[in-house]
């Protein structure tokens, strides 16, 4: 059986929860060593303490996702750095520069009710304050970014690193920017929503550039993700499903993981058992210190 691992899930998110005792036996099934699962605002991070605590698979990362950065709270700060001091091999995360939820997104997207959208200038305030904290506790960072690549670039380029490195998840920049990326110390994770859609399907725009960057990532900093239960496979790749409900997205299964790991494979013109060793490998110098 090959060893598998998730750089990049959120297992507490409401979608999973009726499901959790299937899909951590389909987890086990499939191999799962270890999954990070990202903790995106205060009220998330005890839920995802509690369950690291109850599935031995869970390695549990903090963060103010930049979704969440206009509604933290006045202590955040402080209740950060004590939930990251109560657990050594905790990463910080998910954290980073989101401008698509600024310019993009529909005013009456379900998904922004009720929350206070911070601008960009607040969202870098406050990744570079988690960013520094990563960085004095030497935890693995895990970086969210949509469409502000060059804006993460310019933070990334004057601020002081974790010496471990960090994550970009679901990496959907430039290609041209990797090189400049992965100078600084990044890891980049291939998300399974980047393949081809059947037809009627949505379409994420630019997705054959995606394949194209993943085949141009060094092979030490490649990592694999579901980013579970959002950014679903298309069907024609997913081997793991769970109940859609009638308003929402059909959701992500984690054991999809497997099919991930087979498909960047292809891509990659590599075998799969090959690209398991390497993304082990490199998963545990990331987030292991090994």
């Not at 839920?47 to 103010?64: E, F, H, K, M, T």
């Not at 059909?250 to 390497?278: D, G």
Request: contains cysteine; negative net charge.
């Amino acid at each position: 059986m090959l060893p598998l691992y998730d750089a990049h899930q959120h297992f507490q998110f409401e979608a999973l929860t009726p499901y959790r005792a299937a899909i951590d036996a389909d987890l086990r099934d499939i191999g799962l060593k270890c999954a990070v699962v990202n903790g995106t605002g205060e009220e998330e991070w005890p839920v995802v303490a509690a369950l690291a605590r109850q599935y031995d698979w869970i390695l549990p990362s903090y963060g103010v996702h930049p979704w969440d950065s206009g509604n933290r709270s006045p202590h955040w700060q402080t209740a950060l750095r004590r939930q990251l001091e109560a657990d050594p091999t905790a990463g910080v995360g998910e954290i980073g520069l989101d401008r698509w939820i600024i310019e993009g997104i529909r005013p009456d997207d379900p998904r922004i009710a009720g929350l206070r959208v911070a601008p960009l200038e607040e969202q870098v305030e406050v990744f570079s304050w988690q960013l520094a904290l990563a960085t004095e506790l030497n935890r693995a960072a895990s970086i969210h970014c949509v469409q502000a690549f060059g804006a993460l670039l310019d933070v990334l380029g004057v601020a002081k690193l974790p010496d471990r490195g960090f994550l970009l998840h679901c990496y959907s920049g430039p290609a041209e920017m990797v090189g400049q990326f992965a100078a600084l110390g990044a890891y980049f994770s291939f998300n399974g929503s980047f393949l081809g859609r059947l037809p009627g399907e949505k379409t994420r725009s630019g997705k054959k550039d995606f394949l194209h960057t993943y085949t141009l990532i060094p092979a030490d900093r490649l990592l694999v993700e579901t980013d579970a239960p959002a950014t679903p496979l298309p069907l024609s790749h997913e081997k793991y499903s769970l109940h859609t409900p009638a308003d929402g997205e059909r959701p992500n299964h984690p054991a999809n993981l497997l099919a991930t790991y087979q498909a960047l494979a292809e891509i990659r013109k590599v075998s799969i058992e090959k690209l398991a060793a390497q993304v082990e490998f490199n998963f545990q110098r990331l987030f292991q210190n090994r």
